[in-house]
C-alpha cells in the first residue's frame, strides 16, 4: 500500500456531512479520500436518525392498536418481537452502507479505513499512511454526553438503546429536547412507563412557548410523568436490581429498569491534533468555523456536529455540499443559510417548526409581530376519544405580514412541515396562507384557515 499519497480533498468522517461533501467534491471532478474508522454513515445512519425514526415508527403502529379499538376495531394488545424487528431495521440500515460504498466506487472515491490527525504540516497522517491535499474537511461528527455524577455510569446514552430487545418496564429520561423526548414518547408507546426529568423551566426551551406547552400537556395526556426545574445528583442500583436517582426541585424517586441520559452531545475532536496546525475550538470542543465554514487555519474547513451548528443531518449535508459547490465547483458564494432551518421533533405527536419563536420575532420586529394560533382536536383522535390536542401557530412581523414563524405541534407535523417551510423560505405573507383553498378535513388545513 502507498505510504503517501496526495488528492483534492481529504475528507475527516464518513457521516452524512462527509460523504455528502465527499459526493459533491467528486462529482465536481475532486479526487477524494475519505477516511473513517468506523461504519458509513455515522450516527445518524447507525445510532441515530434512521434507526431512532424506525423504532418511532414501530411505536406508531403500536399506537394505532389503541386508535383501532377506539373505531371499533375488535384488536388485541400489540406485541413487538424485537428480535425480528431489529433485524429489520439492520437489515435496511445494511442497504445504506452497500447504497454508500457502491456511489464512492462509482465515482473513484478512495476510502480510507482508520484514525486521521493532523501532521505538522497540515497533511493527514492514518497509520503510516500520510494523505496530502490542498483542502481538508472535518467532519467527525459527535457523541452523547453523560451525566456526571455519583453513579452516572449506571445510565444509558441514546447509542445503547438500539442494542435493546425488549422496551424496559419502568424508563427514566433525563433531558428535555430531541432525544429525550422522541424517545419517551417511543417507549410510551411501546408498553414503557416513563418519567421524564428535565432542569429547566419547560421543554425544548428553543422552541416557542407555546409549542412546548402543548407538547407537554400531550405527554402527559399520554401517560408520561414530565417533571420541570429539577437535577439529578445522584443515581444508584438498590438491592432489587433496580435503578434510584436523587433529585433537586421536583424530581422523582426510585424503582426505575433504565435510565437514560439525554443531556447533549460533545463533539469528536480528540485525536485530531488540532493543536498541531492551529485550528481553534470554542469553549466546549467544537471545531470554530465562519459563515463560509473555514476554520482557523487555511484550506481547512468544518461542518456538522463537530461545530457548533444545529445538530440536524439535512443542515450537515446541506454545508457540506454548498461548500464542495464553492471549492471545487465554480459557485464562490455559495454558502448555506442559517437563517431559515425546518426541523422536526419526533415526539409522539411531531413537533415542526420554522423560523422565528414569538419572543425571538417580538425581540427583532416589535410592536409589527402578530401571532395567529389554532389548538384542536385531530380528527382521527377525536373519533378515537383521544384527549391530544393539535396546535398550530405562525408568527407574522410588518406591514404585510410576512411569515418569520410557522410552528405546529401535533399528528403530521413532520409531514406536513416541509411544503409549508418552502412557502417560508420564498417570502410568504399571511395573504398568501388565506388566499390559499383549503383542502378538508385535514389538519394541515387549519394553516391556510388562521384568522
Known amino acids: 500500500m502507498d505510504t503517501d499519497s496526495t488528492f483534492d480533498l481529504v475528507v475527516l468522517g464518513a457521516g452524512s456531512g462527509g460523504i455528502a461533501g465527499a459526493i459533491r467534491a467528486a462529482r465536481h471532478g475532486a479526487r477524494v479520500a475519505l477516511v473513517e474508522p468506523g461504519l458509513l454513515g455515522g450516527t445518524c445512519v447507525n445510532v441515530g436518525c434512521v434507526p431512532k425514526k424506525a423504532m418511532w415508527l414501530a411505536a406508531e403502529l403500536a399506537d394505532g392498536f389503541e386508535l383501532a379499538r ?38 473513484g472515491i478512495t476510502l480510507v479505513v482508520g484514525h486521521g490527525c493532523f501532521a505538522d504540516d497540515g497533511a493527514i497522517m492514518v497509520g503510516e499512511r ?15 454526553r453523560r451525566v456526571h455524577v455519583s453513579g452516572g455510569e449506571l445510565g444509558m446514552v441514546s447509542d445503547d438503546l438500539f442494542a435493546l430487545r425488549a422496551a424496559p418496564r419502568r424508563l427514566l429520561v433525563v433531558g428535555s429536547g430531541y432525544v429525550a423526548l422522541e424517545f419517551a414518547g417511543v417507549f410510551a408507546a411501546l408498553g414503557s412507563q416513563v418519567e421524564v426529568l428535565a432542569r429547566g423551566e419547560r421543554l425544548v426551551q428553543r422552541f416557542d412557548a407555546d409549542i412546548s406547552v402543548a ?25 432489587d436490581g433496580t435503578f434510584s436517582v436523587t433529585c433537586t426541585g421536583e424530581g422523582v424517586s426510585g424503582g426505575f429498569d433504565a435510565l437514560l441520559w439525554a443531556v447533549g452531545r460533545q463533539p469528536n475532536v480528540e485525536g485530531l491534533r488540532l493543536d498541531r496546525v492551529g485550528i481553534g475550538q470554542d469553549g466546549d470542543g467544537h471545531v470554530q468555523v465562519d459563515s463560509l465554514q473555514d476554520t482557523t ?24 455540499r454548498r461548500l464542495m459547490d464553492r471549492l471545487f465547483g465554480g459557485e464562490v458564494d455559495a454558502k448555506l443559510d442559517y437563517s431559515l432551518l425546518p426541523t422536526v421533533l419526533f415526539s409522539h405527536p411531531p413537533v415542526g417548526t420554522i423560523g422565528l419563536t414569538e419572543a425571538e420575532a417580538r425581540m427583532f420586529h416589535g410592536d409589527s409581530v402578530r401571532c395567529y394560533a389554532a389548538r384542536f382536536r385531530p380528527m382521527r383522535g377525536a373519533l378515537a376519544g383521544r384527549p391530544q390536542r393539535t396546535l398550530m401557530k405562525l408568527v407574522c412581523a410588518g406591514s404585510d405580514e410576512r411569515i418569520v414563524g410557522l410552528h405546529v405541534c401535533g399528528e403530521a407535523a413532520d409531514e406536513m412541515l416541509q411544503g409549508f417551510a418552502v412557502a417560508v423560505v420564498m417570502g410568504a405573507c399571511k395573504r398568501d396562507f388565506d388566499r390559499t383553498v383549503a383542502i378538508h378535513p385535514t389538519s394541515a388545513e387549519e394553516f391556510v384557515l388562521l384568522g
Do not use: C, Q
Open 70 to 107: 377506539g373505531f371499533g376495531f375488535d384488536v388485541g394488545a400489540p406485541a413487538l418481537d424485537w428480535n425480528r424487528f431489529v433485524a429489520v431495521r439492520s437489515g435496511y440500515i445494511d442497504a445504506i452502507h452497500k447504497g454508500y460504498r457502491e456511489r464512492m466506487a462509482s465515482l
Open 130 to 144: 500520510r494523505l496530502a491535499a490542498p483542502h481538508v474537511l472535518i467532519a467527525t461528527g459527535a457523541r452523547p
Open 215 to 239: 407538547l407537554e400537556e400531550n405527554l402527559r395526556a399520554a401517560g408520561v410523568g414530565v417533571h420541570l426545574r429539577s437535577e439529578v445528583v445522584e443515581a444508584r442500583r438498590d438491592a
Open 297 to 320: 487555519r487555511d484550506g481547512v474547513y468544518a461542518v456538522g456536529d463537530v461545530t457548533a451548528a444545529p445538530e440536524l443531518t439535512p443542515v450537515a449535508i446541506a454545508a457540506a
